[in-house]
């Protein structure tokens, strides 16, 4: 297991991708606290699953919008655990619509969500990390950090401005003993946007774009989570990873 006796902090994780990416880091070997802001019943059950496995596992709620609940949400995983080895900032929000229809309160929503609450997560879980001299940080991106879409401005703008986070992320913390990188995930199938999915319309176009020619699922980006907080990705730091299926290629 490359995660042995490592605790991660995954935000978001009572679904989707974060679950996935929590419950992987269990398959290593980690201790891991599942995060949620509303979903208790369902980060309750993934921290179940976790101590199923033989690991250790609590669901601990926190807005990660909010610095107060960040605090809090911190507090309580350094006291059951005593440290955080790993962060995987994965809470995001989507909401698609044309341009002219963005209200500031959907603009303020996403970026809040996407970008602030990663700034705050991260400044929080890396002076807890600096103090120990040690520790991995994952972002979630997107690949609309590099690709633009139609409807989905906000999305993609807060997208970009996590990927150039992780990077000054990287080339700040590194002297800590810190390491910070991203994965870049393409069209996957979660409650943001299964609906979408469904629909031939917006199916079919996007898969023709997709040299795999598959729609992604949560599984299919843990692998490289797992990856880049273990040891086997030791020197790697400010990198990009694109899980997309191809379809970045184009």
């Known amino acids: 297991m490359k995660l042995q006796g490592r605790v991660a902090l995954v935000t978001g994780a009572g679904r989707g991708i974060g679950r996935a990416i929590a419950l992987r880091l269990g398959r290593e070997g980690s201790d891991v606290a599942v995060n949620y802001s509303k979903s208790k019943d369902a980060a309750e059950d993934?921290?179940?699953?976790?101590r199923h496995m033989g690991r250790r596992a609590i669901a601990v709620r926190g807005d990660v919008s909010d610095a107060a609940s960040v605090d809090s949400m911190v507090q309580a995983v350094r006291h059951e655990f005593g440290r955080i080895d790993i962060l995987v900032n994965n809470a995001g929000v989507l909401r698609r619509q044309a341009f002219f229809d963005i209200a500031l309160s959907d603009w303020d929503w996403t970026i809040g969500t996407n970008v602030r609450g990663v700034f705050i997560v991260s400044?929080?879980?890396?002076?807890?990390m600096r103090d120990q001299g040690a520790g991995t940080i994952v972002n979630v991106a997107s690949v609309f950090s590099r690709n633009a879409s139609p409807g989905a401005t906000a999305y993609a703008v807060s997208k970009a401005a996590v990927s150039m986070l992780t990077r000054q992320m990287a080339i700040e913390l590194a002297q800590y003993g810190i390491r910070v990188n991203e994965i870049n995930p393409g069209l996957t199938e979660?409650?943001?946007?299964r609906n979408d999915i469904a629909k031939p319309e917006f199916r079919e176009p996007r898969l023709a774009r997709i040299p795999l020619h598959r729609i992604g699922q949560p599984d299919d980006l843990a692998g490289a989570v797992a990856f880049l907080a273990s040891d086997d990705a030791g020197m790697i730091t400010g990198a990009s990873i694109f899980i997309d299926g191809g379809a970045s290629i184009w």
């Open 46 to 50: 993934v921290a179940r699953e976790i």
């Open 123 to 128: 400044q929080r879980v890396a002076k807890v």
């Open 190 to 193: 979660t409650d943001l946007n």
